[in-house]
């Protein structure tokens, strides 16, 4: 499951405030250049990543620990590690292989396919969190739910009273989530042929199966990218429609979207 996105307002308004006010101050700081060197990184075919010789360059930098100082070579480092799992799919410009935290400092395979695994699930979940409150945010409902607002204003009990097609229609969405989680978004006959491969069996020998080596690759990175950007994604409309001000965040592309989704409906 996703994780929840349940934050305090005022705790939330305070932080963005006080992130505000600091990048305030640091754009009106003096930044004298400074000549450092650094390593910068090209993409190969197969959509994995290699250090290139190192350059020098000019680049603007302000005093002080705004920014720390060395983050660029910190990246680049973090980027051209020797870790075996450097050039795996998603380790790609502009950070490399990014692994701050030392998760994968083991090179442990079953550790590293269960990551890749959840953030590929977290990833396919936010992207339909994504549509999904676009969708409602653009007036769209299926029959049943028509007076429920978008947002976590949906989640107010008093729009789903026992016995209501409402109602209804959340059970049999909660039911039919926990089937796919336990029963079929899942490698369940053990023939994966990468993390996140849930086809069991389905379409052996064609479609996926018949594709070269690098449009596989070049797929699951998109899919990659994608996920991780749905995943901030969502989490930004969270905290916006947590704080109220939603509408001024996508509100001008409301009537792009109802135009968008009704399109695909025709």
């Not at 197969?46 to 603007?60: H, R």
């Not at 550790?111 to 396919?124: D, L, V």
């Not at 690759?217 to 901030?232: D, F, P, Q, T, V």
Request: net charge negative; glycine share 10%.
């Amino acid at each position: 499951t996703s994780s929840p996105f349940l934050t305090s307002k005022p705790n939330m308004k305070t932080s963005i405030i006080f992130a505000t006010l600091v990048a305030s101050s640091a754009a009106f700081a003096p930044s004298p250049k400074a000549t450092t060197s650094i390593a910068l990184l090209s993409t190969v075919e197969d959509g994995a990543v290699e250090a290139v010789p190192e350059v020098e360059s000019v680049v603007e930098r302000t005093p002080g620990p705004f920014p720390p100082e060395g983050l660029q070579s910190g990246f680049a480092a973090a980027a051209t590690t020797e870790n075996k799992f450097a050039s795996e799919i998603g380790a790609q410009v502009p950070l490399g292989f990014f692994d701050p935290l030392g998760v994968l400092s083991t090179e442990d395979d079953m550790q590293f396919e269960w990551w890749r695994e959840a953030e590929i699930k977290h990833g396919r979940i936010s992207m339909l969190a994504v549509v999904g409150y676009i969708t409602t945010y653009a007036g769209y409902r299926i029959p049943g739910c028509e007076d429920i607002p978008a947002g976590f204003a949906g989640l107010d009990k008093s729009f789903w009273p026992s016995g209501s097609l409402a109602a209804t229609n959340l059970y049999w969405t909660l039911t039919t989530i926990l089937i796919l989680e336990t029963a079929v978004m899942k490698d369940t006959i053990g023939n994966a042929e990468h993390p996140g491969d849930y086809r069991n069996g389905v379409g052996t020998g064609r479609g996926w199966d018949s594709k070269s080596d690098k449009y596989k690759r070049n797929e699951r990175a998109k899919e990659l990218n994608n996920g991780r950007a749905a995943m901030m994604g969502i989490w930004g409309i969270a905290v916006h429609d947590s704080m109220g001000n939603i509408d001024e965040i996508i509100g001008q592309f409301k009537p792009i979207a109802a135009a968008a989704i009704d399109a695909a409906l025709q």
